[in-house]
T-cell receptor
Framework: KNQVEQSPQSLIILEGKNCTLQCNYTVSPFSNLRWYKQDTGRGPVSLTIMTFSENTKSNGRYTATLDADTKQSSLHITASQLSDSASYICVVSGVNQGGKLIFGQGTELSVKP | DAGVIQSPRHEVTEMGQEVTLRCKPISGHDYLFWYRQTMMRGLELLIYFNNNVPIDDSGMPEDRFSAKMPNASFSTLKIQPSEPRDSAVYFC???????????FGPGTRLTVL
């Protein structure tokens, strides 16, 4: 069964600190992996999209890495800000799956002053 | 572009009533997706359309749910009759191409009493 698992489930950090969120997936064959940010009460917003040939992709203070061999991805947030408090969702798409995405349960990040 | 537009933003109804959720995708996008999000199950794909044609409705929970896309700028998700377990946030998303970024609407929070 195709699955996407994220860790930790929740995380509290102090403003200005860095953090790393993890994602493991079993989707095969794999097409691409996305990280979404979802603020409370809003729809998810895409941060990065990586294909199997990409190892890293950055979007401002967000850097995603991908190891297609081990089926692992991470999202690193640098110099966290209060506005980074949100749920971060790892999403995987398989080959020949059309637009179907498989979502992780998300990591709830809370940045405290 | 105003992004994906959903209405209503909040809906409270009583069990047994018909509920219709509406979505206007981003102009020019050829894929439209309906998702449901709950605390227990996270984000789940219900159905998606390509060029107004339903491609995969395997995520639709039961016959009480139906979705239509009469034209490229409008889609509806209908629940009839509604049940308390249908309470969730329903998101509409659109994309240009199946593997490109999906843009989510703000969601409709449905409460069935």
């Amino acid at each position: 069964k195709n699955q996407v698992e994220q860790s930790p489930q929740s995380l509290i950090i102090l403003e200005g600190k860095n953090c790393t969120l993890q994602c493991n997936y079993t989707v095969s064959p794999f097409s691409n992996l996305r990280w979404y940010k979802q603020d409370t009460g809003r729809g998810p917003v895409s941060l990065t999209i990586m294909t199997f040939s990409e190892n890293t992709k950055s979007n401002g203070r967000y850097t995603a890495t991908l190891d297609a061999d081990t089926k692992q991805s991470s999202l690193h947030i640098t110099a966290s800000q209060l506005s980074d408090s949100a749920s971060y969702i790892c999403v995987v798409s398989g080959v020949n799956q059309g637009g179907k995405l498989i979502f992780g349960q998300g990591t709830e990040l809370s940045v405290k002053p | 572009d105003a992004g994906v537009i959903q209405s209503p933003r909040h809906e409270v109804t009583e069990m047994g009533q018909e509920v219709t959720l509406r979505c206007k995708p981003i102009s020019g996008h050829d894929y439209l997706f309906w998702y449901r999000q709950t605390m227990m199950r996270g984000l789940e794909l219900l159905i998606y359309f390509n060029n107004n044609v339903p491609i995969d409705d395997s995520g639709m929970p039961e016959d009480r749910f139906s979705a239509k896309m009469p034209n490229a700028s409008f889609s509806t998700l209908k629940i009839q009759p509604s049940e308390p377990r249908d309470s969730a946030v329903y998101f509409c998303a659109s994309s240009y191409g199946s593997y490109n970024e999906q843009f989510f609407g703000p969601g409709t929070r449905l409460t069935v009493l």
